[in-house]
């Protein structure tokens, strides 16, 4: 499993509009991830957060470039698929990480993968930020995304 190398970061995030877009399935998996993006936000100084909820993560990128296109300065996806016995995992999860991918590119906003793809549920409770987990997927995503956001930012042509 993964966890280790993950870099520290620590960005301002005062004054982000951030929008945290977050599946309904799982319910136990997506209130650590939740939970973990809100404490990051909390402790970089965002004070302007909505929660978005999305039926499932298939419906994470249409969402997010909704809030994206709302005006919304970050937008955190956080979802959760769990393989099963058919090829519906791959189709999902791929389809969810190019369509992230894409909202990003294409709005130029940042928008943070949290978006688990395990093999069990136990996989994904070890990644869930959650008391006894080993990771926290959900604070690493509105970290990553806070800090595209200040680097973009930074890159703002000067006049």
């Given at each position: 499993?993964?966890?280790?190398?993950?870099?520290?970061?620590?960005?301002?995030?005062?004054?982000?509009?951030?929008?945290?877009?977050?599946?309904?399935?799982?319910?136990?998996?997506?209130?650590?991830?939740?939970?973990?993006?809100?404490?990051?936000?909390?402790?970089?100084?965002?004070?302007?957060?909505?929660?978005?909820?999305?039926?499932?993560?298939?419906?994470?990128?249409?969402?997010?470039?909704?809030?994206?296109?709302?005006?919304?300065?970050?937008?955190?996806?956080?979802?959760?698929?769990?393989?099963?016995?058919?090829?519906?995992?791959?189709?999902?999860?791929?389809?969810?990480?190019?369509?992230?991918?894409?909202?990003?590119?294409?709005?130029?906003?940042?928008?943070?993968?949290?978006?688990?793809?395990?093999?069990?549920?136990?996989?994904?409770?070890?990644?869930?930020?959650?008391?006894?987990?080993?990771?926290?997927?959900?604070?690493?995503a509105a970290e990553a995304?806070?800090?595209?956001?200040?680097?973009?930012?930074?890159?703002?042509?000067?006049?």
């Amino acid at each position: 499993m993964a966890g280790h190398g993950a870099p520290e970061l620590s960005v301002d995030g005062a004054g982000a509009k951030v929008a945290v877009v977050a599946s309904s399935w799982h319910t136990e998996v997506m209130d650590g991830l939740v939970a973990g993006a809100e404490r990051a936000l909390k402790e970089a100084g965002v004070s302007d957060v909505t929660l978005v909820r999305a039926a499932g993560s298939f419906e994470l990128p249409i969402i997010a470039q909704g809030c994206a296109k709302a005006g919304f300065d970050v937008v955190v996806a956080l979802g959760v698929i769990i393989r099963g016995g058919t090829p519906h995992f791959e189709y999902v999860s791929a389809a969810t990480t190019d369509g992230l991918s894409r909202v990003a590119l294409d709005t130029g906003v940042p928008v943070g993968f949290g978006l688990l793809t395990c093999d069990d549920e136990q996989q994904a409770l070890h990644r869930a930020g959650l008391p006894g987990s080993g990771e926290d997927k959900g604070r690493e995503a509105a970290e990553a995304a806070l800090a595209a956001w200040v680097t973009l930012r930074g890159l703002a042509p000067r006049r």
